[in-house]
């Protein structure tokens, strides 16, 4: 092939794409690499439970911060599980229990698509963790690819990043199988979903949060990106910064006391989890908020430290929670404990 030839074939490769697409809407966006299962605001965990002819499917969908407060009572909803005899062709092939906190809605009858019960959070109606059942033939990819294009907004997954997204878990001699993948968000969620990651004009702008503090000197506040955060205060000392963020949820404590407290543990400051029995032996030291005795636990771990303070305020549980390094948290903690101590909430702030 000679030089001219060589130059026209290579033009005509790379103008096919666009000459394919002549006529059509054409949007473009990035696809996660092989290695990567997905990184984005919405998050989808599940997990797969074989019991004899069924296939089971406990499912919770919704925003990462959201998802990320409430998957306690998804984990202990799974380590739960039982799966007694089945005797008549209505039994069902596996039991559960309402975690703490949470509240069912059991369907008399499965809908077409194998629904079987919702739980919801008390006092808030999203995000759903969904029980469905289906014949034990139905494969894990294509569930899986059906979550990610309606629940994440993602292609089929590639069989390599299928391994990233996928482990195992023994319950009661049984293996099954838990998926945890994260998305920009798909068509099967509303943006007015609570569970939906919020748009941009959604963004809270600073100052705007409904409730009023002073700010620590050498804090700054910056916009809550979050739909659930309701205002965000950073600290900085050369590299290092420290964030702290409030974040209320209906509810009395969701997630639990033992999820929330080995969250912050495990997520933030870097230590082990406690058993319940241990959680409950905590003693936790109080705080005045706004003529509340809130409650405050230090978590310092050799390289990360985190600083939370919670109590419940007309139905509604208020987080206020400050991460980074050990060293930075630690000098702020004072100022950490005048910001409580500053804060109010105008006109009820519930």
């Given amino acids: 092939m000679n030089a001219v030839l060589s130059r026209r074939f290579v033009a005509l490769m790379l103008l096919a794409p ?39 499917f406990i499912k919770l969908t919704g925003q990462n911060n959201i998802v990320e407060m409430v998957e306690p009572g998804f984990r202990e909803l799974i380590r739960d599980l039982q799966f007694p005899e089945v005797k008549k062709a209505d039994d069902l092939s596996i039991q559960w229990k309402t975690p703490k906190g949470w509240k069912e809605d059991r369907l008399k009858v499965p809908t077409a698509t194998g629904l079987v019960s919702k739980l919801t959070l008390i006092g ?16 894990l990819k294509s569930n899986i690819d059906r979550w990610r294009r309606l629940d994440l907004g993602l292609p089929a997954i590639t069989p390599r990043a299928l391994e990233r997204v996928v482990s195992e878990q023994e319950v009661q001699g049984r293996t099954i199988k838990v998926v945890d993948m994260r998305g920009p968000g ?27 503090y002073k700010v620590p000197e050498g804090w700054r506040e910056t916009a809550s990106s979050s739909g659930m955060t309701v205002a965000t205060l950073s600290v900085t000392d050369g590299k290092d910064t420290a964030q702290l963020k409030v974040t209320p949820l209906r509810g009395s404590m969701p997630g639990g006391l033992t999820g929330n407290v080995n969250r912050w543990r495990t997520d933030d400051a870097k230590l082990p989890a406690l058993s319940e029995a241990e959680v409950e032996r905590l003693k936790f030291p109080t705080i005045p908020v706004a003529g509340i005795e809130a409650k405050m636990l230090d978590l310092e771990g050799k390289e990360r430290r985190a600083l939370v303070v919670w109590f419940e305020r007309g139905g509604t549980t208020w987080f206020f929670k400050m991460v980074g390094p050990a060293k930075l948290v630690g000098s702020q903690k004072a100022k950490f404990e005048e910001f409580m101590k500053s804060v109010q909430f105008p006109g009820g702030g519930e």
């Fill in 124 to 139: 808030m109606a999203k995000p759903e963790m969904t029980i469905s059942k289906l014949p034990a033939s139905a494969t």
């Fill in 18 to 56: 666009l000459i394919g697409c002549a006529g059509e809407d054409v949007s473009s966006y990035t696809a996660p690499n092989d290695a990567d299962p997905g990184t984005g605001s919405v998050r989808v965990l599940a997990a797969i439970v074989p019991a004899g002819d069924d296939a089971w």
């Fill in 186 to 212: 798909g068509k099967g969620m509303s943006p007015t979903d609570p569970g939906h990651p919020p748009m941009q004009k959604e963004k809270r702008p600073v100052g705007k949060a409904p409730l009023k």
